[in-house]
Protein backbone atom coordinates (compact mmCIF):
# COMPACT_ATOMS: atom_id res chain seq x y z
CA UNK A 1 0.00 0.00 0.00
CA UNK A 2 2.03 3.62 -1.05
CA UNK A 3 1.97 6.34 1.43
CA UNK A 4 -1.04 8.46 -0.81
CA UNK A 5 -3.09 5.68 -0.31
CA UNK A 6 -2.40 4.90 3.49
CA UNK A 7 -2.37 8.50 4.83
CA UNK A 8 -6.36 8.74 3.77
CA UNK A 9 -7.26 5.47 5.27
CA UNK A 10 -5.46 5.75 8.27
CA UNK A 11 -7.31 9.35 8.46
CA UNK A 12 -10.59 7.73 7.41
CA UNK A 13 -10.25 4.80 9.98
CA UNK A 14 -9.53 7.35 13.16
CA UNK A 15 -12.49 9.52 12.30
CA UNK A 16 -14.94 6.57 12.15
CA UNK A 17 -13.32 4.96 15.37
CA UNK A 18 -13.44 8.46 17.00
CA UNK A 19 -16.77 9.24 16.15
CA UNK A 20 -18.21 5.75 17.15
CA UNK A 21 -16.17 6.23 21.03
CA UNK A 22 -17.50 9.37 20.91
CA UNK A 23 -21.41 8.27 20.82
CA UNK A 24 -20.88 5.28 23.15
CA UNK A 25 -19.50 8.03 25.72
CA UNK A 26 -22.24 10.06 25.54
CA UNK A 27 -24.33 7.51 24.99
CA UNK A 28 -25.90 9.12 21.92
CA UNK A 29 -25.57 7.91 18.15
CA UNK A 30 -27.44 11.28 16.62
CA UNK A 31 -23.98 12.93 17.65
CA UNK A 32 -22.70 13.62 14.21
CA UNK A 33 -19.24 14.86 12.43
CA UNK A 34 -17.75 16.68 9.90
CA UNK A 35 -14.26 16.32 8.10
CA UNK A 36 -12.87 19.53 6.64
CA UNK A 37 -10.44 18.24 4.04
CA UNK A 38 -7.02 19.90 2.80
CA UNK A 39 -8.08 19.18 -1.05
CA UNK A 40 -10.92 18.53 -3.66
CA UNK A 41 -8.77 15.36 -4.44
CA UNK A 42 -8.64 14.44 -0.92
CA UNK A 43 -12.20 14.82 0.43
CA UNK A 44 -13.01 12.48 -3.25
CA UNK A 45 -10.53 10.06 -2.18
CA UNK A 46 -11.62 9.22 1.78
CA UNK A 47 -15.66 9.52 0.17
CA UNK A 48 -14.94 6.61 -2.20
CA UNK A 49 -12.47 4.75 0.55
CA UNK A 50 -15.51 5.20 2.80
CA UNK A 51 -18.17 3.71 0.80
CA UNK A 52 -15.92 0.29 0.60
CA UNK A 53 -15.04 -0.06 3.83
CA UNK A 54 -17.31 1.58 6.13
CA UNK A 55 -21.28 1.57 3.91
CA UNK A 56 -23.86 -0.77 4.10
CA UNK A 57 -23.47 -2.76 0.82
CA UNK A 58 -27.53 -2.35 0.43
CA UNK A 59 -27.24 1.62 0.12
CA UNK A 60 -24.68 1.55 -2.75
CA UNK A 61 -25.21 1.69 -6.25
CA UNK A 62 -21.62 0.64 -7.82
CA UNK A 63 -20.40 -0.32 -12.05
CA UNK A 64 -17.77 -1.38 -13.13
CA UNK A 65 -15.69 0.90 -15.62
CA UNK A 66 -14.48 0.51 -19.01
CA UNK A 67 -11.25 -2.02 -17.51
CA UNK A 68 -13.58 -3.55 -14.87
CA UNK A 69 -12.17 -2.04 -12.08
CA UNK A 70 -15.39 -1.34 -9.44
CA UNK A 71 -16.71 2.06 -9.12
CA UNK A 72 -18.04 2.98 -5.54
CA UNK A 73 -21.45 5.02 -5.55
CA UNK A 74 -23.76 5.77 -2.94
CA UNK A 75 -27.42 5.88 -4.04
CA UNK A 76 -28.84 8.93 -4.40
CA UNK A 77 -30.26 11.33 -1.68
CA UNK A 78 -34.22 10.65 -2.83
CA UNK A 79 -33.25 7.14 -1.83
CA UNK A 80 -31.44 7.80 0.98
CA UNK A 81 -34.34 10.09 2.38
CA UNK A 82 -37.16 7.45 2.25
CA UNK A 83 -35.28 5.08 4.18
CA UNK A 84 -36.82 3.82 6.99
CA UNK A 85 -34.14 2.19 9.04
CA UNK A 86 -30.90 3.03 9.92
CA UNK A 87 -28.13 1.00 7.97
CA UNK A 88 -26.50 -2.08 9.69
CA UNK A 89 -24.40 -2.81 12.39
CA UNK A 90 -21.18 -1.58 12.31
CA UNK A 91 -21.74 0.23 9.18
CA UNK A 92 -22.49 4.29 8.92
CA UNK A 93 -23.43 7.10 6.19
CA UNK A 94 -21.58 9.95 4.94
CA UNK A 95 -22.12 12.96 2.45
CA UNK A 96 -19.14 14.02 0.09
CA UNK A 97 -19.81 18.40 -0.26
CA UNK A 98 -17.54 20.00 -2.34
CA UNK A 99 -17.81 23.10 -4.21
CA UNK A 100 -18.79 20.66 -7.34
CA UNK A 101 -20.14 17.65 -5.91
CA UNK A 102 -23.10 17.42 -7.66
CA UNK A 103 -25.90 20.14 -8.49
CA UNK A 104 -26.74 22.58 -5.84
CA UNK A 105 -30.20 21.08 -5.42
CA UNK A 106 -28.56 17.89 -4.71
CA UNK A 107 -25.94 19.19 -2.26
CA UNK A 108 -29.06 20.90 -0.35
CA UNK A 109 -30.38 17.37 -0.46
CA UNK A 110 -27.64 15.67 1.33
CA UNK A 111 -26.85 18.54 3.86
CA UNK A 112 -30.67 18.21 5.07
CA UNK A 113 -30.42 14.42 5.29
CA UNK A 114 -27.37 15.26 7.79
CA UNK A 115 -29.81 17.63 9.88
CA UNK A 116 -32.39 14.97 9.48
CA UNK A 117 -30.22 12.67 11.04
CA UNK A 118 -29.74 10.35 8.66
CA UNK A 119 -25.88 10.67 7.51
CA UNK A 120 -23.61 10.03 10.20
CA UNK A 121 -20.61 12.37 8.72
CA UNK A 122 -19.80 15.26 6.50
CA UNK A 123 -16.45 15.15 4.69
CA UNK A 124 -16.40 18.90 2.83
CA UNK A 125 -14.15 20.65 0.74
CA UNK A 126 -14.46 24.54 0.82
CA UNK A 127 -17.66 24.01 2.08
CA UNK A 128 -20.19 24.41 5.09
CA UNK A 129 -17.21 26.17 7.03
CA UNK A 130 -19.56 29.15 7.82
CA UNK A 131 -22.68 30.25 7.90
CA UNK A 132 -23.91 26.02 9.04
CA UNK A 133 -25.76 25.83 11.83
CA UNK A 134 -26.81 22.07 12.82
CA UNK A 135 -26.92 21.44 16.63
CA UNK A 136 -25.93 17.52 16.09
CA UNK A 137 -22.77 17.79 14.30
CA UNK A 138 -20.47 17.72 17.64
CA UNK A 139 -17.17 17.01 16.50
CA UNK A 140 -15.24 18.46 13.90
CA UNK A 141 -12.10 16.67 11.82
CA UNK A 142 -9.80 19.49 10.98
CA UNK A 143 -7.15 18.39 7.70
CA UNK A 144 -6.10 21.61 6.73
CA UNK A 145 -5.01 24.96 7.96
CA UNK A 146 -7.49 27.32 8.67
CA UNK A 147 -6.32 30.94 9.55
CA UNK A 148 -7.75 34.15 10.76
CA UNK A 149 -11.74 34.96 10.29
CA UNK A 150 -11.98 31.45 8.44
CA UNK A 151 -10.55 30.07 11.77
CA UNK A 152 -13.53 31.25 13.90
CA UNK A 153 -15.80 30.76 11.61
CA UNK A 154 -14.97 27.07 11.46
CA UNK A 155 -14.74 26.32 14.78
CA UNK A 156 -17.78 27.71 16.15
CA UNK A 157 -19.58 24.86 13.14
CA UNK A 158 -19.79 22.33 16.75
CA UNK A 159 -20.77 25.20 19.37
CA UNK A 160 -24.39 24.78 19.27
CA UNK A 161 -26.10 23.54 22.28
CA UNK A 162 -27.47 20.34 21.53
CA UNK A 163 -29.61 18.21 24.42
CA UNK A 164 -27.60 18.12 27.37
CA UNK A 165 -23.96 19.49 25.49
CA UNK A 166 -22.85 22.52 25.50
CA UNK A 167 -20.20 22.69 23.35
CA UNK A 168 -18.97 20.32 20.35
CA UNK A 169 -14.64 19.01 20.03
CA UNK A 170 -12.24 19.49 17.39
CA UNK A 171 -9.86 17.08 16.23
CA UNK A 172 -7.05 19.08 14.99
CA UNK A 173 -4.83 17.84 11.93
CA UNK A 174 -1.66 16.52 11.18
CA UNK A 175 0.59 18.87 9.47
CA UNK A 176 2.73 16.70 7.62
CA UNK A 177 4.39 12.57 7.37
CA UNK A 178 8.54 12.86 6.99
CA UNK A 179 10.37 9.62 6.26
CA UNK A 180 12.40 9.56 9.40
CA UNK A 181 8.86 8.49 10.91
CA UNK A 182 7.58 11.97 12.32
CA UNK A 183 4.04 13.38 12.09
CA UNK A 184 4.07 17.49 13.27
CA UNK A 185 0.90 18.60 14.34
CA UNK A 186 -0.40 22.13 14.19
CA UNK A 187 -2.54 23.73 16.40
CA UNK A 188 -5.51 25.37 16.22
CA UNK A 189 -5.25 29.10 16.06
CA UNK A 190 -1.49 28.41 17.18
CA UNK A 191 2.00 28.60 14.71
CA UNK A 192 3.61 26.10 17.44
CA UNK A 193 4.61 22.65 15.50
CA UNK A 194 4.27 19.82 18.18
CA UNK A 195 6.03 16.57 16.73
CA UNK A 196 4.35 13.57 17.49
CA UNK A 197 5.85 9.85 16.79
CA UNK A 198 3.60 7.79 14.26
CA UNK A 199 2.51 4.45 15.25
CA UNK A 200 2.88 1.95 12.32
CA UNK A 201 0.95 -1.39 12.06
CA UNK A 202 2.20 -3.20 8.90
CA UNK A 203 1.98 -0.93 5.85
CA UNK A 204 -0.69 1.27 7.57
CA UNK A 205 0.42 4.91 9.34
CA UNK A 206 -2.03 5.14 12.45
CA UNK A 207 -1.12 7.79 14.35
CA UNK A 208 -2.85 9.87 17.63
CA UNK A 209 -4.42 13.24 17.19
CA UNK A 210 -5.37 15.88 20.11
CA UNK A 211 -8.82 16.02 20.88
CA UNK A 212 -9.71 19.67 22.22
CA UNK A 213 -13.11 20.29 23.52
CA UNK A 214 -14.42 23.89 22.49
CA UNK A 215 -17.31 26.55 23.11
Same mark, same amino acid.
Given at each position: ?15 ? %????? +???? %??? $?T ?6 ? $? ?9 ? =? ?42 Y ?19 ? =? +? ?21 ? =? ?12 N???? =???? %? ?6 K ?23 ? $? ?24
Amino acid at each position: LSLHDALPISLLDYVI %NDLQQ +FRVK %NED $NTLGGMVVC $NSKEQAQMMYR =LFLEKYADETELDNEKDEDGAMVYRSISAGEMEIKKTPCRKGCYRAALITYDSFDKETRAKWIE =L +FKDGKIDLLIVFQMLQTGFDEPR =LKKLYLHRMVKEHNLLQT =LTRV %NRPYKEMKYGYVVEKPLYFDPFGQIEFAPVGH $NIIAPCKVLVQGSILFYPFRDSGFS
